[in-house]
């Protein structure tokens, strides 16, 4: 027997949703702020901020961008009220976060109140995209 192929169609969507399009270009914005850190530490040969140039790298860029592709892949979890909950955690945590810890590490340990804080609040975002993902996705098939 002869076996005969099928030509499917598949349709492509080329539209990101809204909500992926915002978590990746804020994803941007933030890659340039860490390479601009990074390339600030690196001309003054001063590395005491490599742990803010770190966070805002991996939250910031790597993160949100991650969110952002996920949003726009199911668009349904980047509809949903868990995904505006991690919106706002999200960018209200890190840039208290990078100022804070770079306030801390040139000697400010005041700001240690806030760093803390800051550190949760990034957590409690974390663990919503989580519950959003397990929630919104449930067993869907390929």
Do not use: C
Not at 36 to 51: H, K, N, Q, V, Y
Not at 93 to 99: E, F, G, K, T
């Amino acid at each position: 027997m002869q076996a005969t192929q099928q030509t499917i169609p598949v349709q492509l969507t080329t539209r990101f949703s809204s909500t992926g399009a915002i978590w990746i270009k804020l994803g941007v914005l933030y890659l340039l702020v860490g390479v601009g850190l990074g390339i600030m530490m690196g001309a003054s040969e001063d590395f005491t901020l490599r742990p803010v140039h770190a966070h805002i790298n991996l939250l910031g860029w790597a993160t949100m961008a991650l969110a952002g592709l996920t949003y726009a892949v199911f668009p349904e979890a980047g509809r949903s009220k868990l995904a505006q909950i991690h919106f706002w955690l999200a960018n209200v945590s890190l840039p208290v976060m990078a100022v804070s810890l770079a306030l801390i590490l040139t000697g400010t340990r005041q700001a240690l109140p806030a760093l803390v804080i800051s550190e949760m609040l990034a957590a409690l975002g974390i663990i919503t995209f989580a519950i959003n993902l397990f929630l919104n996705l449930g067993n869907r098939q390929a």
